[in-house]
């Protein structure tokens, strides 16, 4: 059992460890503590409905609600908002990001991609397609410099660049790797910052409905670790996306009066370079193609407003993740 919980991404969850998630109470009222229907025992109607942290309970209630949004984004999403709209994407060569580009295109936006390198597939996509290479999120000077390559200024950001190393067996306290630690926490919670704030200070978040999505990970939820990772393990991978949570809340915050919404997106479990260590639970825990995964991530983009700003929400059921 002990190497079964290491080996998932979220763990999927024997009952004996989903039982625990009953008495878990930080971080405000558990997710088993409301209704397979959502509603909220003991509490008042306006409070926060999150969604639930035991991955494989989630996909089975959206199986049993069929939940149309969860099982098939693609007879939901409508994209007409994107179309004639300057989205600016970091990590769009491969894996989501580039399943996010090539939604964009296909709903008629000019998009910018950042990052170190692109690929053949990017560069297939045409010329509503910019891409801007040699920018490691990490990079200080590269990023500073980003602004001036930019062109006009961009209606969405879409921070979805990111780093998980390792295998499946995770980190744990006998192996720790300190050196990666920082480079998860550089490229996943400073990167952002890095690239959202050099884009805003050159004026380049349009002042016109400007929007900021920082895809992060329900790895970053402190609460959810009780039922997710019931054994700890992995310190960097979620550590780093407390920290991007955290950074993206005081930007939004920071924000709030110039009327920019920060917008921290859960993208789901997706079928990616990233996650094919656990590409065994893949189907168990209900993990979708990168097109189906963009889609969420681009139906939650256009719902960034300022009433969503500084919240944290699970792209496959809209609802919000307690940190
Ligand atoms: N897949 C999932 O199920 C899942 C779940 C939760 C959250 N996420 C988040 O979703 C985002 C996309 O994930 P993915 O599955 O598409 O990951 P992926 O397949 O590993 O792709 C990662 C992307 O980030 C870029 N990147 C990594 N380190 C970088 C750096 N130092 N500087 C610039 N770019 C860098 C990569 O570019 P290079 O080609 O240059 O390496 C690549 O474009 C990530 O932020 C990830 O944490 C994914």
Redesign the pocket.
């Known amino acids: 059992m002990r190497s079964g919980l290491r080996s998932s ?1 979220w763990f999927a969850l024997t009952t004996s460890a989903r039982a625990l998630v009953v008495a878990r109470p930080l971080g405000g009222a558990s997710a088993s503590s409301r209704s397979a229907v959502g509603g909220v025992r003991g509490l008042a109607a306006s409070a926060t409905e999150y969604s639930l942290a035991d991955q494989v309970a989630r996909f089975a209630r959206a199986k049993e609600e069929k939940n149309q949004r969860y099982l098939d984004m693609d007879s939901v999403y409508d994209g007409s908002g994107f179309k004639g709209k300057r989205v600016l994407v ?9 399943a996010t580009v090539k939604q964009l295109v296909a709903d008629g936006a000019e998009v910018v991609v950042v ?3 692109s ?1 053949d597939e990017l560069e297939a996509l045409g010329p509503s397609v910019t891409v801007i290479t040699g ?5 200080d000077a590269a990023i500073a410099a980003l602004p001036e390559r930019v062109g006009a200024p961009i209606d969405i950001v879409i921070n ?5 190393p390792g295998s499946a067996e995770g980190e744990t306290l006998q192996d720790m790797n300190f050196d990666e630690q920082l480079k998860q926490i550089d ?2 919670a400073v ?1 952002p910052l890095r690239i959202s704030s050099a884009l805003y200070n050159a004026g380049k978040v349009s002042k016109d409905g400007g929007k900021i999505i920082i ?5 970053g939820s402190v609460d959810w670790r009780f039922t997710q990772c019931p054994e700890g393990g992995n310190y960097g991978h979620h550590m780093s ?1 407390a920290a991007c949570n955290i950074g993206g809340v005081l930007l939004a915050l920071e924000l709030k009066k110039a009327g920019v919404p920060v917008v921290l997106l ?10 094919a260590k656990y590409s065994h639970i893949w189907d168990i825990e209900g ?1 979708v193609e ?1 097109s189906v ?1 963009a889609k969420r991530v681009l139906y939650e983009s256009l719902r960034a407003t300022m009433e969503q700003t500084a919240k944290f929400i699970n792209c496959e059921d809209g609802l919000e993740i307690p940190w």
């Open positions: 991404f970091t990590g769009g060569n491969r894996g989501l990001g580039l990052g170190r390198k690929s920018v490691d999120m990490c990079d979805n660049a990111g780093y998980f490229v996943c990167g895809v992060t990970s329900q790895a996306r859960h993208p789901g479990f997706n079928r990616t370079e990233m996650t993990a990168s995964g």
